[in-house]
């Protein structure tokens, strides 16, 4: 199964595919999609759309795994990653891919065995479990890793248990 993991953002959106069979985990390819903070929103919102649509085209995931928003303190910062994600899940809805959520504690808790992690300990964790010489760079990019990785368990777990 290829998952499709989704860390949304309006700046930066991290993106990764991960293969798994169950009992190993392979990184078929991660990076970022940017946004230019010139644009407009709404043109910042196309490109996000336009390129994972692209991104879907191309290595045509299985599944999808995405982040719920996280609410901070700042209201205008969750709004506009509340609009990234809502393009994000548009898209993924559009391409017919079954779609999953998972709060950043589920990720946590599936990655490195604790909700309560810090981004170095689920780094390390990443590397670890895929196997990669260092940690996935940049940021959003090993939290979309992570959060690949998380439906995969989350998955395996669903399959053993039957439903």
Known sequence: MLVLGLDPGLATTGWALVRGD???LDPADYGVIRTDPAESLATRLVVLHDTLEQLIAHHAPDAAAIEEL???TNVRTAMLVGQARGVALLTLAQAGLPTWEYTPMQVKQAVTGYGGADKRQIQ???QM????KSIPQPDDAADALAISICHHHSASLLGLLGT
């Not at 479990?129 to 990669?132: D, H, P, V």
């Open 22 to 24: 169950g009992q190993h």
């Open 70 to 72: 996280f609410f901070s």
């Open 124 to 126: 390390q964790m990443v």
């Open 129 to 132: 479990l895929l196997n990669l």
